[in-house]
């Protein structure tokens, strides 16, 4: 079992950049496929971005594809979210999440996660 920590929220205007980080501990990090998804009020939580254990599968949804990256360190216990080009609609609680098995990016699939941190994108 991991336990996640995020960071790096804050606020930032649209056109800007942030970059959060979940930071893991307990064992087998690098056994674990990871996800960032984010929740905006009176939403429900949606997919942001999904990495395999060796990061060689990632997935992004629709609505972030080109402007967001994911990325892992293995070696840190880290996975890291790179937002560019941030748009008000972005602004939502960003939660990272760890499962055994394969990337997906269904929410449901995910058993531990993060509490949370907040991106606000001003216009």
């Known amino acids: 079992q991991v336990q996640l920590v995020e960071s790096g929220g804050g606020l930032v205007q649209a056109g800007g950049s942030l970059s959060l980080s979940c930071a893991a501990s307990?064992?087998?990090?690098?056994?674990?496929?990871m996800g960032w998804f984010r929740q905006a009020p009176g939403k429900e939580r949606e997919s942001v971005a999904a990495?395999?254990?060796?990061?060689?599968?990632?997935y992004y949804s629709d609505s972030v594809k080109g402007r967001f990256t994911i990325s892992r360190d293995n070696a840190k216990n880290t996975v890291y979210l790179r937002m560019n080009s941030l748009k008000p609609e972005d602004t939502a609680v960003y939660y990272c999440?760890?499962?055994?098995?394969?990337?997906?990016?269904?929410?449901?699939?995910?058993?531990?996660w993060g509490q949370g941190t907040q991106v606000t994108v001003s216009s």
């Open positions: 990495i395999s254990w060796r990061g060689g599968t990632i």
């Open positions: 999440a760890a499962r055994g098995g394969i990337a997906t990016m269904s929410p449901s699939d995910y058993g531990t």
């Open positions: 307990g064992r087998a990090f690098s056994s674990y496929a």
